[in-house]
Nanobody, 122 residues
């Protein structure tokens, strides 16, 4: 069993900041890429940011310069999303995703967290 647990969502005013965390646990052999996606009401889930096991990052254009993705260098099982200068259009459920190779399994598989709500409103 593998679990991804997100935390850090909430209500924030426009221009404010939030930091999301996601911790992977369970029968894990190795974690490759990790990322954050979001889904607003009536819209498809979209990539926000991703980071490889080597630390290379990729961002959606609409968050470049405002959001920063990072990983815990020691534990390797935690990914963060620092969100600054938040806008009302950033309101969505944010989901953590990780490409994980489980113990005793050769292939890696993508796992999802349960999501955390981020609401940007005055």
């Amino acid at each position: 069993q593998v679990q991804l647990v997100e935390s850090g969502g909430g209500l924030v005013q426009p221009g404010g900041s939030l930091r999301l965390s996601c911790v992977a646990s369970g029968s894990i052999f190795s974690i490759y890429a990790m990322g954050w996606y979001r889904q607003a009401p009536g819209k498809q889930r979209e990539l926000v940011a991703a980071i490889t096991s080597g630390g290379s990052t990729n961002y959606a254009d609409y968050v470049k310069g405002r959001f920063t993705i990072s990983r815990d260098n020691a534990a390797k099982n935690t990914v963060y999303l620092q969100m600054n200068s938040l806008k009302p259009e950033d309101t969505a459920v944010y989901y953590c995703n990780a490409d994980i190779q489980r113990l005793g399994i050769l292939r890696s598989v993508g796992f999802w967290g349960q999501g955390t709500q981020v609401t940007v409103s005055s």
